[in-house]
């Protein structure tokens, strides 16, 4: 069972302490120059909402990525003369139908050990998969203390974490409700955490197919 959290909303559209992510999001979403903080404790968060956003807002490991004063990770594709960073995971996922049974896995760049993996999921989608990979990618790292560089064949799941929402046509209802809730958690995840790691693109015409490849084409 997830820990329960609290989440302080300094600047929303009715601020105070919720106690979901759901309804914080209903406060922050769309709302200019929202501010707003994750916390493990109602004690803590309650001392965070009484001291101001200007004593806790963008500080700290929970802080939303647009929350720093410099920006969280780097997306980004390859310069022309770019070499692998073999000290890095790449992450991949594998489809039986699109939209159908999907899994993903990330594993060590260099050599091909499979770092972890998910599923299978029972329906979902490939650009699904993919960012659910990255941001277990990132929060793996985190865990870890590691810096690494990420990378992914998906620009559409580069894009999604970078702006930190997902634009998909699969509904939501009882046969995807399994891969929703995942979504939904990675969303939570990527806006109340911060990370260093470089999200990558990897140059599969240059460099073959990404280490993490199902080999299912």
């Not at 980004?76 to 999907?102: F, L, M």
Request: charged share 30%.
């Amino acid at each position: 069972m997830a820990k329960q959290k609290y989440y302080v909303v300094w600047e929303g559209r009715n601020p105070g302490i919720y106690t979901s992510w759901a309804d914080c999001q209903k406060q922050t979403s769309g709302y200019k120059q929202a501010k707003f903080k994750s916390y493990p404790s109602l004690a803590e968060a309650e001392k965070a909402y009484k001291a101001g956003w200007k004593n806790n807002w963008g500080s700290g490991g929970n802080a939303s990525a647009m929350q720093r004063k410099k920006p969280a990770g780097n997306l980004s594709a390859n310069s022309p003369e770019e070499k692998i960073d073999y000290d890095s995971i790449s992450v991949d996922v594998g489809t039986r139908g699109n939209p159908g049974p999907i899994e993903y896995q990330a594993v060590d760049t260099r050599t091909g050990e499979v770092v972890f993996s998910y599923g299978p999921i029972k329906k979902g989608t490939n650009n699904l998969g993919e960012f659910l990979a990255i941001v277990h990618a990132l929060a793996f790292l985190q865990k870890q203390g590691s810096e690494k560089t990420i990378y992914t064949d998906s620009v559409n799941a580069m894009k999604w974490v970078r702006e930190k929402k997902v634009s998909t046509t699969l509904k939501r209802d009882a046969s995807t409700e399994e891969i929703w809730n995942l979504i939904d958690r990675a969303l939570e995840w990527l806006h109340t955490h911060t990370y260093e790691n470089k999200i990558k693109k990897w140059d599969t015409k240059k460099w073959g197919e990404i280490k993490a490849d199902y080999g299912r084409k």
